[in-house]
C-alpha cells in the first residue's frame, strides 16, 4: 500500500527567505507520480508541481521546486522568496501507474505560515 | 488545465436529510473522481466516477450513502444521504490533467 508521511503540522518563514516543506513517501511501484498541492484557507486545491518517478532532473516551477531523491523516498518541497500569499496548507500527495488518471494519495499536510 | 465548477459552494444541512452536489467541467473528461476532506484533515478519494458505468468506491465508502451520478462526459453528481454531523467536510471533485488532477472549488457542508 502506499503512504505519504508529512512530519511538518506547521512551519513558519520570514517573507522572502526560502522554506523546505518535507514528505517521504512508500510504495512498491516502480512507476509512481509525486505532487505537491496548496490549499489557502477558501478550500480550494491549486496544484503547485509534479515529479515523475523516472524524471531524471527535480522539477521546478517558478518558485516552485521539487527535492526529489529517490533512494531515500522523498520528495520535499522548496519554495524561494517567499510571500505572504504562500501562507496556506501545502499537501503532498503520490500517485501509483496512471498519474493523474488515478487516484491521489495524500499526507496530513503542512500549514505555512509566512511573516512580514 | 480544466476549469471546473461546484454547486452549491457551501451549505448547512439538518441531519436526516440530504444534499446533492453538482460538478462541471469545461471539456470532456472520461474519469471524475470525488473527495472527502474532514475538518483538519487531508483529503481522502471516495469514488471514480465514469461515464456510462456504475462508480467505483474506495473501501468504506457505499453506494447507499454517496451515490453519484455521471450522465455525461462534462458533469457529476454526489449525493450525501441521511447525513449526520460527522458528514460534515469539504467535498471536493477532480479530473485528470496530462499528469497530475485539478480539483474544483469544493463545497462545504455543515450538518447540525
Known amino acids: 500500500a502506499q503512504k505519504i508521511t508529512q512530519t511538518q503540522p506547521g512551519m513558519f518563514v520570514q517573507e522572502k527567505e526560502a522554506v523546505t516543506l518535507d514528505c517521504t513517501y512508500d510504495t512498491s511501484d516502480q512507476s509512481y507520480g509525486l505532487f505537491w498541492y496548496k490549499q489557502p484557507s477558501s478550500g480550494e486545491m491549486i496544484f503547485l508541481i509534479y515529479?515523475?518517478?523516472?524524471?531524471?532532473q527535480n522539477a521546478t516551477e517558478g518558485r516552485y521546486s521539487l527535492n526529489f531523491q529517490k533512494a531515500r523516498k522523498s520528495a520535499n518541497l522548496v519554495i524561494s522568496a517567499s510571500q505572504l500569499g504562500d501562507s496556506a496548507m501545502y499537501f503532498c500527495?503520490?500517485?501509483?501507474?496512471?498519474?493523474?488518471?488515478?487516484?491521489?494519495?495524500f499526507g496530513a499536510g503542512t500549514r505555512l505560515a509566512v511573516h512580514p | 488545465s480544466a476549469v471546473i465548477s461546484q454547486k452549491p459552494s457551501r451549505d448547512i444541512c439538518q441531519r436526516g436529510t440530504s444534499l446533492t452536489i453538482q460538478c462541471q467541467v469545461d471539456s470532456q473528461v472520461t474519469m471524475m473522481f470525488w473527495y472527502r476532506q474532514q475538518p483538519g484533515q487531508s483529503l481522502t478519494l471516495i469514488a471514480t466516477?465514469?461515464?456510462?458505468?456504475?462508480?467505483?468506491?474506495e473501501s468504506g465508502f457505499v453506494i447507499d450513502k454517496f451515490p453519484i451520478s455521471r450522465p455525461n462526459l462534462t458533469f457529476s453528481t454526489l449525493t450525501v444521504s441521511n447525513m449526520s454531523p460527522e458528514d460534515s467536510s469539504i467535498y471536493l471533485c477532480?479530473?485528470?490533467?496530462?499528469?497530475?488532477?485539478?480539483f474544483g472549488p469544493g463545497t462545504r457542508l455543515t450538518v447540525l
Open positions: 500527495a503520490m500517485s501509483p501507474p496512471g498519474g493523474g488518471y488515478n487516484k491521489l494519495i
Open positions: 515529479q515523475g518517478s523516472y524524471d531524471e
Open positions: 466516477a465514469n461515464q456510462g458505468s456504475e462508480a467505483t468506491y
Open positions: 477532480s479530473v485528470p490533467g496530462l499528469s497530475e488532477q485539478f
